[in-house]
C-alpha cells in the first residue's frame, strides 16, 4: 500500500480513536455528575453503541496501520520510541477493554433503575469510579503515544 494511504489512514483512525473516547468521557462524565437518571442513560446508552460503531474498528485498523507503517518505513523494535509506543497503546487497550464491560453494566444498572422508578443501585457508582480510574490511566498512555508518533525521539 502506498506510504500517505497508509499514513492517512493511520492519522484519521487515530483522529477517531481520540475524538470518540474524549468526547464519550466527557458527556458521561458530565450526565453521571448531574445524577439524572435519563440524562445518565441516554449518554452511556450512545457510549455504548459509539465504543461498536468508532473505537472499536477505530483500535483495529490503528493497529493494522501501525504494523504496515512500520513494514513501508523499515522502523522496528530496536527505535525505543516504537516499543514505547506499542508498550503503551495496549496498556491502553487492556484499560479500555473492562471500560467496555463496565458501560455495558452501567447501562443496564440504569436500565432498571429507570424502569422500577427507584434510585440507580451502588453498584452503578463503584463502577464510575473503575470507569474514571481506567481512563485517567488510558488518556495520558495515548497522548504519549501521539507524542511518540509525531515527534520520533530517540
Not at 493511520?10 to 437518571?37: D, E, P, V
Request: hydrophobic share 55%; charged share 10%.
Amino acid at each position: 500500500m502506498d506510504y500517505e494511504l497508509l499514513k492517512w489512514i493511520h492519522i484519521l483512525s487515530s483522529t477517531i480513536l481520540f475524538g470518540t473516547g474524549i468526547g464519550s468521557a466527557f458527556y458521561m462524565f458530565m450526565a453521571n455528575r448531574s445524577k439524572n437518571l435519563s440524562a445518565m442513560y441516554f449518554a452511556v446508552r450512545h457510549v455504548v453503541v459509539a465504543d461498536w460503531l468508532f473505537t472499536t474498528p477505530s483500535v483495529i485498523i490503528q493497529l493494522l496501520s501501525g504494523i504496515g507503517l512500520l513494514v513501508t518505513t523499515g522502523y522496528d523494535l530496536s527505535n525505543a520510541w516504537v516499543l514505547w509506543g506499542i508498550i503503551l497503546y495496549l496498556c491502553a487497550g487492556f484499560c479500555w477493554l473492562p471500560v467496555v464491560y463496565i458501560q455495558i453494566r452501567m447501562r443496564n444498572l440504569i436500565k432498571l433503575a429507570l424502569d422500577a422508578n427507584t434510585d440507580v443501585s451502588a453498584k452503578y457508582w463503584v463502577f464510575d469510579r473503575w470507569w474514571i480510574f481506567l481512563g485517567s490511566l488510558a488518556f495520558p498512555m495515548i497522548v504519549i503515544v501521539f507524542y511518540l508518533m509525531v515527534f520520533k525521539p530517540n
